[in-house]
């Protein structure tokens, strides 16, 4: 018989598992929730473009992202560009992005900057990843490099991408950060090479789209999966959350179809309405209802969520205690990003480090690698902050964010002038990947999840690498292999 299959969550996980059980031959039904496919890589509008909503390189070395957007049939579309890296320290703007410009650091004098170099040689090298999970990022990297350069470097760029939460982060996170930028250095004159699609994310989620409703996948935007459980029968039921709207919107039943995937909505909505994010568009609560006829069961042989393992274990009301507190014990870091178009470039740099006070902790300048002619001649610069989930950032008005950060650069940038930023949007997501702290991989739940036929698969099961696209679509193939692999799922 078929086997009927529920993914939940549209990232690059659920969509690279629904087309891998739609080749071995099952009936695949995609869950999501926002109005869109894509999870953390999905893209918006901006000054009229659609771009990525949260910046997105491919990097030489990730096999697995080629192969995959290969397999999409966009091997024609791949751009590759030298790049080059910045650093802002004690209020100067710097280039490292050779040994020679790493040598004239100057920062830091000549013994620390050979320890520095030492250290991010070392890691390199390192294979056994478990034996750094016993030992905190700041022991390891002051032992390796020091103090001072601790103090003067590593903390600054560490607190930048988990805030507080470095104190508690062990040594593997450092790690697969250089494993993976040394994996992007070519030999020679060790320059990185960094790739995109042309037309960004919206281009391979659209032929993503299109590939997935080819093979048969059903893909339900708008449809938050509330609860998950086992009958007796041995079906798996699925629930949705009823879709809310304001009062004043018009009770109108829509079938939707967006730019990216045709499909069946599974809760009703009103158009141009995500059923899922409350705060999109803002409603007050007062008067927020619910459509009486919205929220919908369906029944599967099998469920995979891939959504974040606290939101899993809320869904998963028949889970063993000691399941569930492993899942909820999973401790996320969110992100604000702001996209901010501007008529012009602020520098050659695609990642400009900052290790200086300043209200976002790093500097993506999107136009140093894509061809400016996609904006309209216009650069795209990404100011991400990356901040814990209930951190007070994410509830300030977007005017605020905006003022603070044009703040900043106004006080980096001399020559930066606000009349010439002609779009600024705000992402904001509170769980974007797991902190991985002491021993985190050894109290990790299993995939399989206490509840017969239902498995967890997430983020969080990339214990050794950071997360990136490559990371998640390996993953996925791997799970498909051990759980599903060499199987036809169709009768
Ligand atoms: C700022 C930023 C920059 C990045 N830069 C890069 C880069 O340069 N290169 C790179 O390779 N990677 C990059 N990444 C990482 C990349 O985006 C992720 O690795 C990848 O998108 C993760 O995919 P996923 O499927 O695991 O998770 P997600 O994309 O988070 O997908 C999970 C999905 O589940 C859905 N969901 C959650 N709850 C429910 C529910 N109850 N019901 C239904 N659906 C639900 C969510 O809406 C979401 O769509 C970046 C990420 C960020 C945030």
Redesign the pocket.
């Given at each position: 018989m078929t086997q009927n299959i529920a993914i939940?969550?549209?990232?690059?996980?659920?969509?690279?598992l629904a087309m891998r059980l739609a080749d071995a031959g099952a009936k695949v039904t995609l869950?999501?929730?926002?109005a869109e496919?894509?999870?953390?890589?999905?893209v918006w509008e901006i000054n009229n473009i659609i771009w990525d909503?949260?910046?997105?390189?491919?990097?030489a070395s990730?096999k697995y992202?080629r192969d995959l957007f290969v397999e999409l049939g966009l091997a024609d579309d791949f751009r590759w560009v030298e790049t080059k890296t910045g650093f802002y320290t004690d209020g100067e703007l710097l280039s490292m992005s050779d040994t020679l410009e790493f040598l004239k650091f100057p920062p830091l004098g000549i013994i620390s900057k050979l320890r520095l170099g030492a250290t991010i040689f070392y890691a390199s090298r390192v294979k056994d990843w478990k034996r750094l999970e016993k030992v905190t990022v700041e022991e390891w990297l002051t032992k390796l490099s020091g103090r001072k350069t601790f103090e003067k470097i590593w903390k600054p760029l560490l607190k930048a991408k988990l805030g507080e939460a470095y104190k508690e982060t062990a040594a593997s996170f450092i790690w697969a950060t250089i494993q993976r930028m040394y994996s992007a250095r070519r030999s020679g004159m060790k320059r990185e090479m960094?790739g995109y699609i042309k037309g960004g994310y919206a281009r391979v989620l659209e032929r993503f789209g299109e590939v997935l409703v080819e093979k048969g996948v059903e893909i339900r935007l708008n449809?938050?999966?509330?609860q998950i459980e086992r009958l007796d029968s041995g079906k798996i039921k699925v629930s949705?959350?009823a879709a809310r709207r304001g009062k004043d919107t018009k009770p109108q039943v829509v079938r939707q179809r967006t730019k990216y995937a045709s499909f069946q909505a599974g809760a009703v909505v009103a158009p141009g309405f995500s059923g899922?994010f409350l705060s999109e568009p803002k409603t007050d609560g007062g008067t927020v209802v619910q459509f009486p006829d919205a929220g919908t069961d369906s029944y599967f042989d099998k469920v995979i969520?891939?959504?974040?393992s606290n939101?899993a274990a809320?869904?998963l009301i028949q889970a063993e205690p000691a399941e569930r507190k492993m899942l909820e014990s999973i401790r996320y870091q969110g992100?604000v990003?702001a996209s901010v178009m501007m008529k012009c470039s602020l520098s050659d740099f695609y990642v400009t480090n900052i290790t200086d006070d300043t209200p976002f902790t790093g500097i993506?300048e999107m136009t140093a690698i894509v061809d400016k002619r996609e904006f309209e001649r216009n650069a795209l610069v990404?100011l991400?902050r990356?901040i814990a989930p209930d951190d007070e950032l994410f509830d300030r008005s977007d005017e605020e964010i905006e003022r603070q950060f044009l703040d900043g650069l106004e006080r980096m940038y001399p020559k930066f002038r606000r009349k010439d930023v002609v779009a600024f949007k705000i992402?904001r997501?509170r769980?974007?990947?797991p902190v991985p702290v002491l021993r985190y991989s050894e109290s990790l739940a299993d995939k399989r999840s206490t509840v017969e036929g239902v498995y967890v698969v997430?983020?969080s099961h990339?214990v050794n690498g950071t997360?990136?696209?490559?990371?998640?679509v390996q993953?996925?193939e791997n799970f498909f292999a051990e759980e599903f692999g060499g199987r036809t799922l169709a009768s």
């Open positions: 939940v969550g549209t990232g690059f996980l659920g969509m690279t869950y999501e929730s926002a496919i894509g999870g953390l890589a999905s909503k949260h910046y997105h390189v491919v990097l990730d992202t960094f449809s938050r999966v509330q949705t959350a899922a969520l891939t959504c974040p939101t809320k869904m992100i990003c993506i990404y991400p990356y992402s997501v769980q974007v990947f997430n983020s990339i997360l990136n696209i490559n990371e998640t993953l996925a």
